[in-house]
């Protein structure tokens, strides 16, 4: 019998090995920001998710950018799909192998349409190295309360084998509202900084071997075995 998961991401992600329910922790809400940044020319277009993606593409052409890069083997496909030229995409899919490709970028200008939560670690990062970094604040994620209470109820009836988390927001709004009873359920997550903060709630998950999906249901059939 397939083992039943739950992913609590928006993808509409299928795999034969699993019975997958999808359950989104988070809704997006557009954002607005100064449409002026625009007029400026770019090195580097950055997208680090599906979401960025798509909230920024009616953008596209009005912009003034050399090349894209892109993290994520979903965000990559993405914007095939849409006929977007993607320059580079490291092969782990992380925002560190990016900055491993991202050396020698003194007085480039680089920008990030992101959510408006995400970790500044890249921003961060590219701007010590030299780079003239614009942060988009393009979309913020909000509950989706009714889902976080299907999960809820899901876990407590022990209708489900395990869990698997994919954003840090994801988990916080999770754990912030549900009330969970039911000890023996799994959670499985991708990246070490999903994993750290699914540990601040006392979570010991394993994690994914590279940043994909394929590769979380590998680790949950992995540790059933």
Known sequence: MKPVIVMTQTSNYTNDKVDIIHLPMIKIEPMLFDYSILDSHFDWLIFSSKNAVAYFYKYLQSLQVDKIAVIGEKTKAYCERLGIQVDYCPDDYSQEGLLHHFQNINNLNIIIPSSAQ?????????????????KIDLYRPVPFTDNIYKLQQLINDEQIDAVTFASSSAIRYFFSEAKINNSKINYYVIGQQTFKTIEQFGINAPIADIQTLDALVDKVLESRE
């Open 118 to 134: 995400a970790r500044p670690h890249l921003h961060n990062a590219l701007n010590q190295r030299g780079a003239h970094v614009i």
